[in-house]
Nanobody
């Protein structure tokens, strides 16, 4: 089992910046992808960004150029640097990772962007 704990959410003004962190713990032998999804009220959960263990990244079109994902494999931690967030980025952000054939999820952290 892998446990994921997110931190760093909160209220931010549009155009500001915020950094989310997610640390994995538990039975870890080889985490493949780590990344972030988000879910806004009344909407489906959607991918924000992920990074493979080899450093390949993938971003949702809506956040390209504004958000940056990074990862510290030694610490089993993934970060989401949110620059110039917009009110439409308001959502609960969920960390996830894939190890083997299993996906693990964090509890989620609320991010609210005020205009």
């Amino acid at each position: 089992q892998v446990q994921l704990v997110e931190s760093g959410g909160g209220l931010v003004q549009a155009g500001g910046s915020l950094r989310l962190s997610c640390a994995a713990s538990g039975t870890i032998f080889s985490i493949n992808n780590m990344g972030w999804y988000r879910q806004a009220p009344g909407k489906q959960r959607e991918l924000v960004a992920y990074m493979t263990s080899g450093g390949i990244t993938n971003y949702a079109d809506s956040v390209k150029g504004r958000f940056t994902i990074s990862r510290d494999n030694a610490k089993n931690t993934v970060y989401l640097h949110m620059n110039s967030p917009k009110p439409e980025d308001t959502a609960v952000y969920y960390c996830y990772c894939r190890q083997g054939l299993l996906d693990y999820w964090g509890q989620g952290t609320q991010v609210t962007v005020s205009s």
